[in-house]
């Protein structure tokens, strides 16, 4: 997955890490949920190329709030300072929406983890982005 993960995440202007780090978190989740979405899309044509239905069954494995939620439990201990923060805010921010398979907490959960997702993405951090992307793909598959 890493080979492509560089150029796919590749953003022609990054925001600076202050510019990230004051958006609101929701909106961070919300373009961390469709890096994450694209990157396992990614993922799954390239390794399979088989049928889309059955390559999207393999993506909302890892990418639901039950999965994200539980890969945010082991990636956070990786985060830096900033990126708990965002992490944080995102998980503690009043949300108005729920998923359907999910509970309240991990709903939380997979949208600090989106938020993350995001913060990393806009600021141009690639490398990061693509272990922690990787990190969360892998968990599903231990489970």
């Known amino acids: 997955m890493k080979d492509y993960a560089h150029a796919l995440f590749s953003l022609a202007?990054?925001?600076s890490?202050?510019?990230?780090?004051?958006?609101?978190?929701?909106?961070l989740?919300?373009?961390?949920?469709?890096?994450?979405s694209l990157f396992m899309r990614t993922a799954v044509a390239v390794a399979d190329g088989g049928k889309t239905g059955a390559q999207h069954r393999e993506v909302t494995r890892t990418v639901n709030a039950v999965a994200q939620?539980?890969?945010s439990a082991r990636i956070s201990p990786a985060f830096t300072e900033r990126e708990a923060d965002v992490f944080r805010r995102a998980r503690n921010c009043h949300i108005q929406t729920s998923a359907k398979h999910a509970e309240r907490g991990e709903y939380r959960r997979a949208s600090g983890l989106e938020a993350v997702f995001g913060y990393l993405f806009?600021?141009?951090?690639t490398e990061r982005l693509a272990r922690f992307?990787?990190?969360?793909?892998?968990?599903?598959?231990q489970c």
């Not at 989740?29 to 994450?36: I, S």
């Not at 806009?122 to 951090?125: M, P, S, V």
């Not at 992307?133 to 598959?141: I, Q, T, Y």
């Open 133 to 141: 992307l990787e990190m969360a793909a892998e968990e599903e598959k």
């Open 122 to 125: 806009l600021t141009g951090q």
């Open 17 to 27: 890490e202050e510019e990230a780090a004051a958006m609101h978190p929701m909106s």
């Open 13 to 15: 202007s990054p925001v």
């Open 29 to 36: 989740a919300f373009v961390g949920d469709a890096v994450q």
């Open 69 to 71: 939620a539980a890969a």
